[in-house]
């Protein structure tokens, strides 16, 4: 789960992490009063979404004259914004974030990721802050200081001014990183993060570091002790399928080729998404349904697919372990009886009762492709796209 950038500030206030003065607006009649608010001039106007690169698209403005902010609100909500990140049918802006400007003497980066590889949260950091830290990483890995830390100790204060004096940084300065690096820890810590990021941390003219934009994942698996967090979730910032795969404990994320994918578990969908490329076509989504899907399960799961206008044809690839292909098999013929699907059909189906799952499917009367692997299933996928001209 993501939230906006003045959520996650607001969540590393409360850690003790220092933040530009500002406050979120959703009229531009709000606008001129919150700049009031905050007392200083220039303020900074920054489009809320959940997506980075704002700036380029317009969606960070700096306002000169108090008098012109609700003018540049008023542009600012409602617009489309479209950044990389984004894709082009970009997101239209509901909410904007007043900020006080802060003079920047210097663009840093921190944050905090799960390091899979260690088994361990990894805290990073780098004076190239501002951009990308992957492209730091690809170009310059070496100004990356990176400190991993033991998930049964926790994070220690030597780690701390490592991060720091690796930085380059002297005591003073240290000394005022410590509070922000431990305080973005905590958070990712007691919040279950997947990431915390600040980006940039800048250094202020004035010798300060502060917090000028913040980036905060969740993990989904850890929101039942969060209600506090599940509360900020923004539904338009979500893909509306996704939402609906949300309500029936389907993992569906949209994607932009034109194969719909049914497929169950992580890893065999990351197979399927990947032999479907090498034949040259592509996926429209990922939807792993689980294991122990059942019938209604597989039914809104496939209804979800075929409200995807991109979808051209669909690959169902199950292997039955848990979820048995005769289940699978009667929730598809009955999602599709249903839907009145009219674009082709391939199916892959191995594992247990797979023998029955393939005679339902024979004797449904439906327009089914059942193919003997994931190499026949991918080539059937491919041929099945020329035929429909996609």
Request: glycine share 10%; charged share 25%.
């Given at each position: 789960m993501k939230i906006h950038e003045y959520q996650a500030k607001e969540i590393l206030r409360q850690y003790g992490v220092p933040v530009p003065k500002g406050r979120v607006i959703q009229t531009a009649e709000e606008a001129k009063r919150v700049s009031e608010e905050i007392g200083t001039e220039p303020v900074v106007l920054k489009a809320q979404i959940h997506a980075g690169g704002r700036g380029k698209g317009?969606?960070?403005?700096?306002?000169?004259?108090?008098?012109?902010?609700?003018?540049?609100?008023?542009?600012?909500?409602?617009?489309?914004?479209?950044?990389?990140?984004?894709?082009?049918?970009?997101?239209?802006?509901?909410?904007?974030?007043?900020?006080?400007?802060?003079?920047?003497?210097?663009?840093?980066?921190?944050?905090?990721v799960i390091d899979r590889a260690k088994a361990s949260p990894v805290i990073m950091a780098s004076r190239e802050g501002g951009i990308e830290i992957e492209k730091v990483a690809a170009e310059s890995p070496e100004k990356i200081v990176k400190e991993w830390i033991d998930p049964s100790i926790g994070l220690r204060p030597f780690q701390v001014n490592k991060i720091g004096y690796g930085l380059g940084f002297g005591p003073v300065e240290v000394g005022k990183l410590r509070p922000i690096i431990t305080g973005l820890f905590n958070a990712f810590h007691e919040k279950d993060c997947l990431l915390a990021?600040?980006?940039?941390?800048?250094?202020?003219?004035?010798?300060?570091?502060?917090?000028?934009?913040?980036?905060?994942?969740?993990?989904?698996?850890?929101?039942?002790?969060?209600?506090?967090?599940?509360?900020?979730?923004?539904?338009?910032?979500?893909?509306?399928?996704?939402?609906?795969?949300?309500?029936?404990?389907?993992?569906?994320?949209?994607?932009?080729?034109?194969?719909?994918?049914?497929?169950?578990?992580?890893?065999?969908?990351?197979?399927?998404?990947?032999?479907?490329?090498?034949?040259?076509?592509?996926?429209?989504?990922?939807?792993?349904?689980?294991?122990?899907?059942?019938?209604?399960?597989?039914?809104?799961?496939?209804?979800?697919?075929?409200?995807?206008p991109d979808v051209k044809v669909v690959f169902i690839n199950i292997f039955g372990g848990i979820l048995r292909c005769d289940t699978l098999a009667k929730g598809v013929t009955e999602a599709v009886r249903e839907v009145k699907v009219k674009v082709p059909i391939v199916v892959r189906l191995e594992g247990t009762n797979v023998e029955e799952g393939r005679k339902i499917l024979n004797d449904s009367g439906l327009n089914f492709t059942v193919a003997a692997g994931m190499y026949e299933g991918a080539q059937k996928v491919v041929e099945a796209l020329k035929k429909v001209g996609a």
């Amino acid at each position: 789960m993501k939230i906006h950038e003045y959520q996650a500030k607001e969540i590393l206030r409360q850690y003790g992490v220092p933040v530009p003065k500002g406050r979120v607006i959703q009229t531009a009649e709000e606008a001129k009063r919150v700049s009031e608010e905050i007392g200083t001039e220039p303020v900074v106007l920054k489009a809320q979404i959940h997506a980075g690169g704002r700036g380029k698209g317009g969606g960070v403005r700096v306002v000169r004259n108090l008098s012109e902010v609700e003018k540049v609100a008023r542009e600012m909500i409602g617009m489309t914004l479209v950044t990389p990140q984004t894709g082009p049918k970009g997101k239209v802006v509901r909410k904007v974030l007043i900020e006080e400007r802060v003079e920047i003497k210097e663009e840093l980066y921190l944050g905090v990721v799960i390091d899979r590889a260690k088994a361990s949260p990894v805290i990073m950091a780098s004076r190239e802050g501002g951009i990308e830290i992957e492209k730091v990483a690809a170009e310059s890995p070496e100004k990356i200081v990176k400190e991993w830390i033991d998930p049964s100790i926790g994070l220690r204060p030597f780690q701390v001014n490592k991060i720091g004096y690796g930085l380059g940084f002297g005591p003073v300065e240290v000394g005022k990183l410590r509070p922000i690096i431990t305080g973005l820890f905590n958070a990712f810590h007691e919040k279950d993060c997947l990431l915390a990021e600040i980006n940039p941390l800048i250094l202020t003219k004035n010798g300060e570091f502060i917090a000028l934009d913040a980036k905060m994942n969740f993990d989904d698996n850890g929101l039942f002790r969060h209600k506090e967090i599940v509360v900020l979730r923004d539904l338009h910032e979500e893909d509306p399928l996704e939402i609906e795969a949300s309500k029936y404990n389907l993992n569906y994320i949209k994607l932009n080729g034109n194969v719909g994918c049914m497929v169950n578990g992580a890893g065999l969908a990351m197979a399927t998404m990947d032999i479907i490329k090498v034949f040259g076509a592509e996926p429209a989504n990922f939807l792993d349904v689980g294991g122990g899907a059942t019938v209604e399960m597989v039914k809104n799961g496939f209804k979800i697919l075929m409200s995807d206008p991109d979808v051209k044809v669909v690959f169902i690839n199950i292997f039955g372990g848990i979820l048995r292909c005769d289940t699978l098999a009667k929730g598809v013929t009955e999602a599709v009886r249903e839907v009145k699907v009219k674009v082709p059909i391939v199916v892959r189906l191995e594992g247990t009762n797979v023998e029955e799952g393939r005679k339902i499917l024979n004797d449904s009367g439906l327009n089914f492709t059942v193919a003997a692997g994931m190499y026949e299933g991918a080539q059937k996928v491919v041929e099945a796209l020329k035929k429909v001209g996609a």
